[in-house]
């Protein structure tokens, strides 16, 4: 029996290592991606602690190397959608039953198992079947993942010290019980650590999860399961399913006991989801918590008085890094016009550096988008301002699928503020630029506030205190993460909780411990120790 206030070691992010040549931990991954591409896996779901597999088999294709097949994941169906829900709401009885710190164990298991035997592997299948670079791969799919599971238990022991105050001869308490019913996570291609915390953050807190990762991620989301299963996750606590989204939606959002939902996609697909749960909301038990973080058009704003080398870099990192492919990325820029000119050339200078290619070639700065969809999509936006008169390509604007879904660094330079790549998210390596009088440097505030229906990043970059503060206070509502002198992407559990609102999502904020009270039902109690024993009131006395 637990008799005593148990306290967690205390988190600290991740150290990100430097993979320099001939280091440990270059040597490491570099055999773990040997050994990745010189095997066939087939990739079963995981439901109530069982690896299942249909007769529907469909491979797995690094989006960098079309010819090569990683293996192939079985594709599900309703009848599996149900069999997930089945055993979560069958784990479900002992798991929340799971003394706090028990589950908390099981997490900071994870993150060292992460950190240690599990790198290289993690760090290996995200690179093959997302197409980042090391970097990429290890700020997101190790450092990023074991900062969330780190954090988040010392999130929940800081919740469960909030207690209320107590009378005389009243003791008040509040138990931080889990939702009724089940979680569904429903998760994204483009960051490994996000899959993962989107289960993990409310199984941590005593849920049941079931989880449908996009198919471009089920590569590396069959080691993140391997990986709760090694920390000693009890079988059905998360589920891993892979069929189509309106299959399961089908299941999940017509169950009564549905109670929450934890996304990161598009902007669409959550509204859509939003609008089918309130539409059922008679058949559910309780009304279910939506969490989502949806897309972004995120910005940076550049005042006269900014470095102009630190804005090119700055571009270029927040703009290509990953293709684009990131909510955060930046890919709209306001730059005065006395700055443009410097700004171009060192942004003109970098992009002849750039090196486009395989990931497992540790020189590349970028590699592929992540499928045809996504290719044709962004490249159907390049070919439209190449046509366009209020437009001129400046940098990249060339694309190629015949080996891999590459599209190099585009950048577009348009007189026209209005103008679709301005405004429209395309998620992809294209940032699109506008120059401005430096005499409407608020004016230009105001565009950047009006012009996209998101609210995710954005930043100013400025020496000018004054000008700082003005797009601080302009932008107030334009961006949950906002960043003076730096790009817009790069947050860090703990100390950049991640989130945006408008079109963008809930801004319940990743990496904080704002996310993880959506995923708790208070109770409060209270007791009496002299209960009364006569129901008359001093006032009601005689005169």
């Not at 090391?134 to 207690?163: G, K, L, P, S």
């Not at 992009?351 to 290719?375: C, W």
Request: hydrophobic share 40%; glycine share 6%.
């Amino acid at each position: 029996m637990s008799n005593a206030f148990y306290r967690v070691p205390k988190a600290v992010n991740e150290p990100i290592l430097s993979y320099r040549p001939d280091s440990p931990e270059k040597i490491a991954l570099k055999a773990a991606l040997k050994t990745c591409k010189a095997q066939v896996i087939e990739i079963p779901m995981h439901i109530g602690g069982k690896k299942v597999t249909t007769d529907e088999k469909v491979a797995i294709h690094p989006p960098h190397e079309l010819s090569h097949t990683l293996g192939y994941f079985h594709r599900g169906g309703a009848i599996h959608v149900q069999n997930a829900i089945d055993a979560a709401l069958k784990a479900k009885v002992e798991w929340e039953k799971m003394p706090w710190q028990e589950r908390a164990a099981i997490f900071l298991k994870a993150a060292d198992l992460l950190c240690g035997p599990f790198r290289a592997r993690m760090n290996a299948a995200t690179m093959l079947c997302q197409s980042k670079t090391v970097y990429q791969a290890e700020i997101d799919a190790v450092a990023e993942m074991a900062d969330f599971f780190r954090f988040n238990v010392q999130f929940m022991t800081e919740i469960y010290q909030q207690q209320p105050e107590s009378s005389p001869g009243i003791w008040n308490r509040t138990e931080y019980r889990p939702l009724e019913g089940f979680v569904f996570a429903l998760t994204p291609f483009n960051f490994t650590s996000i899959a993962a915390n989107l289960c993990a953050a409310p199984a941590m807190l005593g849920n049941v999860v079931v989880w449908k990762p996009a198919d471009s991620q089920i590569y590396s989301a069959h080691v993140i399961m391997e990986l709760f299963e090694a920390a000693g996750l009890p079988a059905g606590v998360i589920n891993l399913v892979y069929c189509d989204g309106p299959v399961a939606g089908d299941v999940i959002f017509k169950h009564p006991d549905f109670a929450g939902l934890h996304f990161t996609g598009s902007t669409k697909v959550f509204q859509t989801l939003w609008q089918t749960i309130g539409n059922q909301l008679s058949k559910y038990k309780t009304y279910p918590r939506i969490v989502g973080e949806t897309g972004g058009k995120d910005f940076v704003m550049v005042h006269a008085s900014a470095d102009a080398k630190a804005v090119a870099v700055g571009l270029s990192r927040g703009s290509f890094e990953y293709q684009g492919q990131k909510c955060s990325a930046a890919s709209r820029a306001y730059i005065p016009k006395s700055l443009w000119q410097s700004i171009k050339n060192f942004m003109i200078e970098d992009a002849k550096t750039f090196k486009m290619g395989n990931p497992e070639d540790f020189q590349n700065f970028v590699s592929a988008v992540i499928d045809e969809r996504a290719f044709d999509k962004i490249t159907h936006y390049i070919a439209q301002a190449k046509k366009a008169k209020d437009c001129e390509i400046i940098i990249g604007g060339n694309y190629d699928k015949t080996k891999g879904y590459f599209i190099e660094p585009t950048v577009i330079v348009t007189t026209n503020p209005n103008y679709e790549t301005l405004c429209e998210e395309l998620f992809g390596p294209v940032l699109t630029i506008y120059v401005y009088p430096d005499k409407d440097y608020v004016k230009t505030l105001e565009l950047v506030d009006k012009t996209s229906p998101y609210a995710l990043t954005g930043s100013i970059f400025a020496t000018d205190r004054m000008a700082v503060n003005t797009a601080f206070e302009q932008l107030r509502h334009a961006a949950g993460n906002f960043y003076v002198n730096d790009k817009p992407t790069g947050a860090v559990v703990g100390q950049q909780p991640f989130g945006g609102a408008r079109a963008s999502g809930t801004n319940d904020k990743a990496g904080s411990v704002l996310n993880l009270y959506r995923w708790l039902s208070a109770r409060t109690i209270k007791e009496t120790f002299v209960s009364p024993t006569d129901y008359r009131y001093p006032f009601m006395a005689a005169e």
